[in-house]
Structure formats: C-alpha cells, structure tokens
C-alpha cells in the first residue's frame, strides 16, 4: 500500500511557480505531521515546510519564507506546496514525509529521521 504520492514537479524558469501535491492515504494524513523535504546533488536533505493535518498549522524553512506555502485539501487527502518566485538554488527532488498521528513542532518538524512513511519524489528543477 502506497501512502503518500509527489506530482507536480517539473522545469521553470528562475521567478516561475509550481505546485507540488503530495496524496496521502487516509491512515497516513489524518492528524498528521506532513513534511515537505527537498535534496540536490551534493547536499543533505533538508525541511522545507510542514503541516499539521489537525489542525492546518504550518511551518517554513527561513529559506523559502514569503515564496513558498503550504495548504490541504481534506476532502482529497491531499497537501500542497506553492513554490513561487522560485531560485535555482530551489533545484532539487522533493519529498513529502509523514509522522502519522503526530504534531509537528517547531524544533522537530525539519528533522528526518522523525518521520516514518516517504513519498517517492519529484523532480524540480529551476533555470536561471
């Protein structure tokens, strides 16, 4: 059983948007701590935001603040993140993560290794 699903990455241009879904299977999106996560070559992987399912509380990277923002769709089990005024710093794949049955926090939401179930990826890419 596949419980969470990344679409919507591609290539724009520098200052371009995009928005990525992440869809969730029922058990593994409700009251749950979404993370978004992103890694390029060469890098580690680092947290770009976070939801909190319950709630709809959200959190953001200093990196992508004012640019980027997450949302959910209940109905669809479905977490979004709109990427605007995107940089090629913002290249990389993204992932989506969750700690099911967990609030996010802001001094644990980043981190990794506390989330359980991965996504498989999506690519973004962005040119200058």
């Known amino acids: 059983q596949v419980h969470l699903v990344e679409s919507g990455g591609g290539s724009v241009q520098a200052g371009g948007s995009l928005r990525l879904s992440c869809a969730a299977s029922?058990?593994?999106?409700?009251?749950?701590?979404l993370g978004w996560f992103r890694q390029a070559p060469g890098k580690e992987r680092e947290g770009v935001a976070a939801?909190?399912?319950?709630?709809?509380?959200?959190y953001y990277d200093d990196s992508v603040k004012g640019r980027f923002a997450v949302s959910q769709d209940n109905a669809k089990n479905t977490v979004y993140l709109q990427m605007n005024s995107l940089k090629p710093e913002d290249t990389a794949m993204y992932y989506c993560?969750?700690?099911?049955?967990?609030?996010?926090?802001?001094?644990?939401?980043?981190?990794?290794?506390?989330?359980?179930?991965w996504g498989q990826g999506t690519q973004v890419t962005v040119s200058s």
């Open positions: 939801i909190y399912t319950g709630d709809g509380i959200t």
């Open positions: 993560a969750a700690e099911v049955e967990a609030y996010c926090s802001a001094s644990r939401w980043r981190n990794d290794d506390e989330y359980y179930h």
């Open positions: 029922a058990d593994t999106y409700t009251r749950t701590c």
